[in-house]
């Protein structure tokens, strides 16, 4: 006897087992659909030569038998057993993507709702506490900037609702940090924190009230090294390579800091949204281009090579050099 069988039986299935035999010259056919664990799937509901079923637990690793017997009259009863078992159901849980800015703390992890992916009996929809969904993410208050996973429970779902089978879509939580961010949209770094412990060191912009871009601590040759506005001795105030005239290039108190000397230690915290780092781990102090007149015109101890010895415009009078003029170096800052 054939019988076309159903394919694979998830937990909450309606399904339908029919016999393919020829009944058309036989008389008095009847048939039987007898279930062997009504634990998993329900008694049949017989409709001639079908009958409906419902799937109605996970039945794990066991197999459920259904026997079908035909009988007709001057006939051989026909019997074949066939044999299945319920899987659970599949839940997709969609966690959402997520975004803070580095040092925050992370935001609340939620997740798309799942409830009517459940199974209904007579109108009573199964019940799933959304409370057991337990997400999770690597990323914490000090993370970096970068993306981190949430990923949800499911091992822990399964267990507790073994007649689903729990799939979590992972989400995101994108953590904006200040290094290498471009604020103004040039396309060129504006926060840089070489050193990578989470307090800009150089190429610092912001916007003040009025709208205008602020730069302190630039890095105009790309060294890494700040060559504008550096606090040496860490008490808030720059104190070496100040910019007078605001020209680009540092006019007074210049000091050329190798990369060995250069030791950021102190962060500053100047507002809510903007932290500068202060050299304090290094011993040079200014030593060469300096304005005694004030007439913001360096005219004492001009150092062109960065030796740390003054090569040229040593002026006696305050007004024109005279003294310990050398060869001009190449100035590379």
Request: aromatic share 6%.
């Amino acid at each position: 006897m054939a019988i076309n069988q159903p394919g694979k039986v998830v937990y909450g299935d309606h399904f339908t087992i029919r016999s393919l035999q020829d009944d058309s010259s036989s008389a008095n056919v009847q048939y039987t659909f007898e279930v062997n664990n009504t634990i998993y799937i329900s008694q049949s509901n017989v409709n001639g030569n079908k009958a409906e079923f419902d799937a109605l637990k996970n039945s794990g690793n066991t197999e459920i038998e259904i026997k079908v017997t035909r009988t007709a009259d001057g006939e051989v009863a026909l019997s074949k057993t066939i044999k299945i078992k319920v899987l659970p159901k599949d839940i997709e849980i969609i966690i959402d993507d997520k975004q803070k800015k580095q040092g925050e703390e992370n935001p609340e992890l939620t997740f798309q709702d799942f409830q009517d992916q459940l199974v209904s009996w007579n109108g009573v929809k199964d019940q799933v506490d959304s409370n057991d969904v337990k997400l999770s993410t690597t990323a914490t208050t000090t993370s970096k900037g970068g993306s981190y996973p949430i990923t949800g429970n499911p091992k822990t779902m399964n267990g507790k609702f073994p007649n689903y089978n729990f799939i979590f879509k992972d989400g995101k939580l994108m953590v904006e940090g200040m290094i290498d961010k471009d604020v103004d949209g040039d396309e060129e770094p504006d926060f840089n924190d070489p050193d990578g412990e989470g307090c800009p060191d150089v190429n610092i912009k912001w916007q003040d009230e009025d709208g205008n871009w602020i730069i302190i601590n630039g890095d105009r040759d790309y060294d890494g090294i700040p060559d504008l506005n550096i606090d040496s001795d860490g008490d808030g105030i720059p104190n070496l390579n100040i910019d007078t005239d605001k020209d680009g290039k540092p006019d007074i108190n210049l000091v050329v800091l190798k990369k060995s000397d250069w030791k950021p230690t102190k962060c500053v915290v100047v507002s809510d949204i903007v932290k500068v780092e202060h050299c304090t781990g290094t011993s040079v102090k200014p030593q060469i281009n300096i304005d005694t007149d004030s007439d913001n015109i360096p005219n004492i101890n001009i150092d062109n090579n960065g030796d740390m010895k003054a090569d040229l415009n040593i002026s006696k009078d305050g007004k024109a050099p005279s003294v310990n003029i050398v060869e001009i170096h190449e100035w590379k800052p």
